[in-house]
Structures are given as C-alpha cells and as structure tokens.
C-alpha cells in the first residue's frame, strides 16, 4: 500500500569531500549495489545507470593518469628539492639565533620573526606550496640584508629555481591530460554526484508509490545497504584524515620543540639517589597510618621513574 511519507533516507551526497581515489571507489560500490536490484521497481533505467557508470569510469582514468604519469614523477622529485631548500633555509635561521656573534644572532631572529608565518608550509598541498613560496620571497625583498649576513641569498635563489621549475611540470601535466579530453577532476566528481542523486530521488519515489509491501521491502533493504556503504566510506576517511593530523600535529612539534633523547639508564639505575650508606630504613620517617602500604608500588606494575617523560 502507498505512503505519503517516507521511512527511508537516502545519503546520497554524502562522498563529496572524499579525496579522487576514495571517491571513484565510493560511487563504484553504490553502483554495483544499484546494479544488481530489479530496476524497474526503483523506476530507474538503463540509460540513467550507463550515464553514472561512464562518469565513475572518467573518474577512474583521471586517478589513472595523475598516478601513472612520468610527469607526476618528475614532480615529486621536484617537490622533494623544494622541500629540502625550505628546510636548509629555515634550519640555517633557526641555527644561527644561538651565534655568538650579534650582528648574526639580530639578522636571524628577524628573520624568524618575519618569515614565521612560512615556517612548515612544505606539509602543504604541493599546489599551495607553490603560492606560497611565492609568498615568501615577496616578503623576503624586505629582508636582503639579514639574508646576506646569514649567506642565504643562494639558497632563496635555488629555491625560487626548483619553485618555477615544478610550476611548468603543473602546467606540463595539464596540457597532457587536456590531450586526452578529459574533464577536471571536480567537474568530472560533479558529474558523478548529480547522477546519482537524481538515481537516490528514484528510489525514494519509488518507496513512496509502490502499492507493493515486498516492493517497498526491498527498497528499504536497498536503502539500508547504500546508507551502511556511506557510512563504512565516511569512517575510514575520518580515520585517514585523523591519522594525517596527528601526524602533522608531531612533526609540527618536533620542528619547532625538539626534544633532547632521553639519556640511556645505566646497569642497575632505577631513578634513585646514590647510596648514602645507611642502613636501609635508617633515618626515614614512619609512614603515615592513613595510608596504608606507604608508598609501595601496585602488584603487578613495575615503578619507572621515566615514565611520565615518554
């Protein structure tokens, strides 16, 4: 029998911040779910579920070419000597505001002052690494004296080489993918999400009018399925992401705190003070009635002075 509401949800929008890869296969799954259903009973045609498939297979050759050009390969070769110029000039700077010569010392914590907001702009997307840098060497015209009483006129010289060079490889690349016809990757993700949202509205209708209980079962069914593959696809982006962040969230802290190795214990250094010669129990005081079993460790957990510096 018809409804005039509907108990089911589709989530159908739900891929649009899914990085290129992770998007192409999200569509791909929900295609093959929808695939496989009587298409009549959720009033979606043939030429609707070709349409999807020929936009998920634009998507599919696009991830293709960006991993399987030689282009991208030189670039990250490029990247990675941008990356390396970034951190001899920003090391070289943060060296040098111990130097026991003032006029050294001055020009490199102006320096650092200035050029803070550059700090760590290699974790970036290669892209706005790119603007970036450009941003940078604007902002260090200001900054050609300090430069050159630290010798690093060379190195921002370098770095603006390897910055143009990786450019035209942006460029470069384009035009190659422009040769074989294919969209932007966000018209062609575009593309993909309008059809199928116009397939979810399909199915939600046909829940609707179906005078069918086994019908609208298996729409339901259907939905179920769709809503759980969103959701398996929406947890493990979260995950990728969370673990990005905690990643940069450490080097971030180790660029700029580094931190001192803690030094290796010695045979049979436990964190106490060095023996005084008395008699074990001379001259301490008595433990506190109130707390019972004074200051003894937990069974089963071993005391470790340095635990709380891990």
């Known amino acids: 029998m018809a409804t005039t509401t509907s108990p089911i949800k589709l989530e159908s929008n739900r891929g649009a911040r899914f990085h290129n890869v992770m998007h192409a296969k999200f569509h791909q799954t929900q295609y093959d779910l929808i695939a496989k259903t009587d298409l009549a009973k959720i009033n979606v045609t043939p030429d609707m ?6 936009a998920i297979e634009v998507e599919v050759e696009i991830n293709k070419q960006a991993q399987a050009s030689v282009t991208t390969n030189e670039m990250l070769a490029k ?4 990356d390396e110029a970034l951190i001899n000039l920003f090391g070289i700077i943060r060296a040098q505001l111990y130097s026991h010569v003032e006029v050294v010392r001055k020009a490199a914590a102006k320096l650092a002052v200035e050029l803070k907001p550059y700090f760590g702009i290699r974790k970036e997307i290669n892209e706005n690494e790119t603007g970036l840098i450009r941003g940078l060497e604007k902002d260090a015209t200001r900054l050609t004296s300090e430069l050159a009483v630290l010798g690093l006129n060379d190195v921002m010289q370098h770095l603006h080489i390897v910055n ?6 942006v460029v470069s690349r384009r035009s ?15 593309n993909s999400e309008r059809i199928f949202e116009a397939i ?6 046909s829940y609707l009018i179906s005078p069918v209980d086994a019908d609208r079962k298996l729409i339901a069914d259907l939905v179920t399925s769709l809503n759980h593959v969103s959701a398996d696809f929406r947890y493990t982006h979260a995950q990728s992401q ?3 962040s905690a990643a940069k969230k450490r080097k971030d802290n180790g660029d700029d705190n580094p931190k001192k190795p803690s030094d290796p214990k010695k ?10 010669g008395k008699k074990p129990g001379e001259g301490k005081k008595p433990e506190d009635p109130k707390k019972p079993g004074g200051d003894t460790p937990k069974p089963g957990r071993e005391e470790d002075p340095g635990e709380d510096q891990v």
């Open 267 to 276: 045979p049979g250094d436990d964190g106490k003070k060095p023996d005084d």
């Open 242 to 244: 969370a673990q990005k």
């Open 164 to 169: 143009e060079e990786y450019e035209q490889m």
């Open 79 to 82: 990247d990675r000597e941008r």
């Open 176 to 190: 190659a993918g422009d040769a074989l016809k294919l969209p932007d990757s966000r018209v062609a993700r575009q």
């Open 49 to 54: 579920l070709k349409e999807w498939k020929d």
């Open 200 to 205: 979810c509205q399909c199915i939600q209708a």
